[in-house]
């Protein structure tokens, strides 16, 4: 029987047809393998995975393949968005095991959650050098049947390996100008000057590096950091990475100069990626970083929010093709003759041009991705709006890509900071809606009466699992930003419950952080991973969360964990800098302060409103706002701040000293 149709997970649910009788991850599918003397068969994988689509088409749902699953395992099907402490665990055993990782995962497991065979993806057939999947299933059979001292010798060394290893996490001290200074110099080292980003194929978008590489420039004065940024930005924005029709990215492009997207978007990256564009604006500007970041919040909006007000996990990367096919890109490529059938020959003409369009193609099958290639020129604007907006209007036409529904609390709160801030930068108060209502969602649905949050949920309804460490950060960090953005103290409230749960059940001696809360599920290890990846990782994006929040409150608790968990970049910063992107950039808060702004007057008093836009647009790392009337009790920086000669005024500290304060826009501006 396969138990997966009362899930809240969209991949799990994609499964719950399948012939092979699967169970969600729990102990009664440890038991039953314990009843019936049976390896667990473990596949961990995403609802935008391409190649998990695949692996199910082609074996699970095969009959034959089926059957041989269900004869001999128990069969658990995890996804790894839901369940992330489960993913890192087996997947730090895969890497182990054998040099590489990746999802589908496929790990073969003892009824006490031993790993002891390993892989990722298998065919339905030999192929490349790979076993085939039934070879692989008829092999861990056998040697179940017949070697099973063998598998529970491997099984209790690959255990002990894992749960030995302890993680030096740098030792005493903060990361410093040096250790930035060095973190700078390798990022030089990997940057590819010609297209932009770091490193070879597949190249994925640096957000968090850029991030700090606006930081540092802001901090420090480096044109060299402000250069990478600005120029990997606008090679990825007029790149095919680069929705330029609809807006939003991809999620990595499969070669160097970002012509070929992987075309699955993740809200994760769109997030990210709006936040930093809208502070590259800051940093300089520019038009294009203005217009990217506004696509992408407007992206998230139309494309990703769900009717509850949060933010849905994915789009997938395959749709169907017009022939009953799902292929990958569908929805998002074009061939010069489906631009003439929409825009007739002159228009198409010159959006081919425009848009890289060529008769060869840039994709499979004579088809492009939409990029904006240097060499095209200027162009109408007019003209182009209306060609791109027809072909807009087109694709609405074509079935559009899967989309996983499932709200993850961590990634909202991330979709929050960046709605938020976008939205006040640029007049926006839409965007700044619909960041609060994603909040009141998370509160409601998410957060139970002990500020405890539960990592998903669908359609209004809050899964199982526990919130891990990154759920905590991110949504603190979000509620931070609303709180600076609205002036509404009770988001800065909402953070500090989060943040004291961090203090209380994720932390380890000498700063160090958990991913999973000290009365957490128990796995063969507890998951604990500084490095960013995809996203910030929890340990530094709670680093940053911390520190916001110390800055507001002045508590010492609070800087004191900021400063211990930053320890960890002081160890990787100089050494792998791309891998720890956030935690540089909270570290050049921690350098520069943070600056604490308080902004007093009126609400409805122009002068008040100037200075307080000009607070928002502080390039300042990490600096810290909080606006309302004077004496207000709804945040701490507020006390003890009077109008100047009955004017609004703005107050600006640092390293707990505080300026004269100023009523001059343009004073603060120089301040900050």
């Known amino acids: 029987m396969n138990r997966l149709a009362g899930t809240t997970s969209p991949y799990l649910l994609q499964h719950a047809d ?93 009824p006490d959650a031993a790993p002891f065979y390993f892989g990722t993806y298998f065919p339905p057939e030999p192929r490349h050098g790979m076993p085939s999947f039934p070879e692989v299933l008829e092999g861990v059979r056998g040697a179940w049947a017949d070697r099973r001292d063998e598998v529970g010798e491997v099984a209790e060394r690959i255990v002990k390996d894992l749960s030995g290893r302890s993680l030096a996490y740098g030792g005493e001290g903060v ?40 930081r540092h420039h802001a901090r420090t004065g480096s044109e060299g950091a402000l250069q990478m940024a600005a120029d990997t930005g606008e090679a990825m924005a007029r790149g095919g990475i680069y929705d330029q029709l609809g807006g939003g990215f991809a999620r990595y492009a499969v070669d160097r100069a970002w012509v070929v997207p992987h075309f699955e978007k993740m809200l994760y990256d769109n997030a990210l990626l709006c936040r930093v564009y809208a502070h590259l604006w800051k940093a300089t500007g520019s038009d294009l970083a203005r217009r990217v970041a506004l696509e992408t919040a407007d992206f998230l909006v139309r494309e990703l929010r769900t009717p509850e007000g949060g933010f849905a996990s994915a789009l997938d990367a ?42 060869d193609g840039t994709f ?114 979000g509620f931070l930003a609303l709180a600076a953005v609205t002036g509404e103290g009770a988001w800065l409230e909402f953070a500090g419950f989060l943040l004291d749960i961090v203090l209380d059940r994720f932390t380890a001696e000498g700063g160090a952080l958990y991913d999973t809360a000290h009365d957490a599920e128990a796995l063969i290890r507890r998951p604990q991973d500084p490095t960013d990846n995809a996203t910030p990782s929890g340990w530094t994006a709670a680093a940053g969360a911390l520190l916001s929040y110390a800055a507001h409150t002045g508590s010492e608790a609070h800087r004191a964990a900021a400063e211990g968990a930053l320890g960890v970049v002081k160890a990787l910063g100089p050494r792998a800098p791309r891998f720890i992107g956030w935690g540089l950039a909270v570290a050049e808060a921690l350098l520069d302060g943070p600056r604490e702004i308080a902004v007093v007057g009126a609400p409805d008093d122009e002068a008040f409103q100037a200075l307080r836009r000009t607070a928002l647009r502080a390039t300042a790392p990490g600096a810290v706002l909080a606006a309302g009337a004077p004496g207000g009790e709804e945040f701490p920086l507020l006390k003890d701040r009077p109008l100047v000669d009955g004017s609004p005024a703005a107050y600006v500290c640092r390293h707990f000293t505080c300026d004269a304060p100023v009523t001059d826009p343009d004073e603060l501006r120089r301040k900050l």
């Open 18 to 110: 399948n012939p092979v009788d699967w169970w969600p991850w729990g102990p009664e599918a440890f038991e039953e393998a314990k009843r019936r003397d049976v390896p667990v068969l473990l596949s961990v994988g995403y609802s935008a995975c391409h190649w998990c689509h695949v692996m199910a088409h082609e074996s699970f749902e095969d009959d034959a393949t089926a059957a041989l699953v269900n004869e001999h395992f128990v069969a658990v099907k995890v996804d790894r968005e839901e369940r992330p402490d489960v993913d890192a665990v087996y997947m730090e055993a895969v890497q182990a095991a054998t040099g590489q990782g990746g999802w589908p995962m496929t790990v073969f497991l003892t």
């Open 364 to 477: 499979e099958h004579g088809s492009s991705v939409l990029q904006l290639p240097p060499e095209a020129g200027p162009a109408d604007a007019d003209r182009i709006d209306s060609i791109r907006a027809r072909l807009l209007a087109a694709r609405e036409e074509r079935e559009r890509p899967g989309r996983d529904d499932k709200v993850v609390a961590a990634w909202n709160g991330l979709a929050i900071a960046a709605l938020a801030e976008t939205g006040a930068l640029f007049d926006r108060p839409d965007l700044v809606d619909r960041a609060t209502e994603a909040a009141d969602l998370l509160v409601r649905v998410h957060m139970d009466e002990s500020a405890r949050l539960t990592r998903t949920s669908k359609d209004g309804r809050a899964g199982t699992n526990a919130g891990v460490l990154e759920d905590y950060a991110d949504v603190a960090e």
């Open 175 to 214: 990361p410093g100008e040096e250790d930035l200074a060095q973190a700078l110099l390798g990022l030089t080292r990997e940057y590819d000057a010609t297209r932009g980003g770091f490193g070879g194929a597949p190249k994925f978008p640096p957000s968090m590096a850029l991030e700090f590489l606006l």
């Open 318 to 359: 395959d749709s169907d093709d017009g022939t009953g096919k799902h292929v990958e890109g569908a929805f998002y490529v074009w061939t010069p003759e489906q631009l003439a059938a929409v825009l007739g020959e002159q228009d198409a003409a010159l959006a081919a041009a425009h848009y890289g369009v060529t008769e």
